[in-house]
């Protein structure tokens, strides 16, 4: 679908939401076993207990299309009449073809047009603020949003400092017109300054795969947690609070804040150099780790299932991630 449509909607909402993750729990008492760490180590350095991890050929468009499947349902909407797919993921199926083209054969969504978006963390609520973009425009009339990823297999099974952190799941929104509620505000930044606080240096361009970028381990995740711990806490602040300024809200106007759930730690500075009440602030990361770009959109499925947002209430979802990248989205629900 390529034409323009005209005709500018004024609010574009969430009207569908889906999740997926895989069945294989992984505690921090079966960790204890693989590497040099215990399980109060993990649980107070991070609040996380268990992760989800796919089995071995389980891939990222496996779970986005379950996450897109129950998303679409929600919102009824046939996914022969989607028009926009947005996978983001930092652990695509293949280099190329993008996994959103992936996801669109398998969903059957054949009149949507797919890319992937890269903001590791960040890619639901960037993915999220892009379509709401091409809505707004009257471009397309309606898009599906998918955060998936399957992180266990960019991971150094070995490095203590990061195996401990991170687990797999998807995450899935539509996005359509609303005449209620919807998007509010958003906010967006990125700082390349910082790219190898986190990154995976091997299988592209720079180190592309050989025996040589195997045997450096150059195909798995690296991080510098505590410096990305102390820009997380800062750029996910300012960013929550920008856009309640632009929404003309005050924290006690929001009902609902759903951090990228990386840390509990981190969550809890974030909440207090916003002066969030903490009460507020949703966690699941004690039960899936931080499943990167599917982590805002796991937390905004389960919070809506559970009943902790109701109808009208006013949701910040805020992420931060490897990049830099950070962004916020205000939304009334
Ligand atoms: O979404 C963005 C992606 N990533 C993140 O958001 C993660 C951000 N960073 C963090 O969450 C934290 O920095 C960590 C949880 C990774 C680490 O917490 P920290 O308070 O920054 O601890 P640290 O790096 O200062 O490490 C403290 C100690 C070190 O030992 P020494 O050098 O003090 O002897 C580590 O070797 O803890 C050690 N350590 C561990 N010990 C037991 C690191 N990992 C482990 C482990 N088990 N799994």
New binding site residues.
């Given amino acids: 679908m390529t034409s323009s449509r005209g005709g500018r909607p004024q609010r574009i909402g969430i009207t569908g939401l889906g999740m997926a993750v895989p069945s294989k729990v992984l505690t921090n008492a079966d960790l204890e076993k693989m590497?040099?760490?215990?399980d109060e180590?993990?649980r107070t350095?991070?609040g996380i207990r268990e992760r989800r991890v796919a089995e071995p050929g389980t891939t990222t468009s496996d779970l986005a299309l379950k996450a897109a499947r129950e998303a679409l349902e929600q919102a009824r909407l046939d996914p022969k009449k989607l028009e926009l797919l947005i996978v983001a993921t930092t652990t695509p199926d293949m280099l190329f073809p993008s996994t959103s083209c992936l996801v669109q054969q398998r969903l059957g969504a054949s009149s949507a047009v797919c890319f992937d978006l890269s903001a590791a963390?960040s890619g639901s609520v960037f993915a999220i603020i892009t379509a709401q973009q091409y809505l707004l425009s009257g471009r397309y009339r309606n898009a599906l949003v998918v955060g998936a990823e399957v992180l266990s297999s960019f991971i150094d099974w070995t490095d203590?400092?990061t195996c401990?952190?991170f687990g797999d799941g998807a995450g899935a929104a539509v996005l359509e017109p609303v005449k209620r509620g919807g998007i509010l505000a958003t906010d967006m930044g990125a700082d390349g300054s910082a790219a190898e606080l986190?990154y995976m240096p091997g299988g592209g361009s720079k180190y592309p795969p050989s025996h040589q970028s195997v045997d450096q381990r150059l195909h798995f995740l690296r991080?510098n947690?505590?410096e990305?711990?102390k820009l997380?806490v800062r750029r996910m602040a300012d960013s929550a609070k920008r856009v309640m300024k632009d929404a003309k809200l005050k924290a006690e106007d929001v009902e609902c804040f759903i951090p990228?759930q990386?840390?509990t730690r981190?969550i809890e500075a974030v909440a207090k150099r916003a002066d969030l009440p903490l009460e507020k602030v949703y966690m699941n990361l004690q039960r899936y780790g931080?499943t990167?770009a599917a982590s805002n959109l796991i937390a905004l499925y389960e919070a809506v299932r559970d009943g902790v947002i109701k109808r009208d209430d006013h949701v910040v979802m805020v992420a931060?991630?490897?990049g830099l990248t950070w962004g916020s989205v205000l939304l009334q629900w």
């Fill in positions: 590497v040099e760490t215990t180590w993990i350095r991070t963390c203590r400092s401990v952190l986190l991080m947690g505590t990305i711990f997380a990228h990386a840390n981190i931080n990167s931060f991630g490897a």
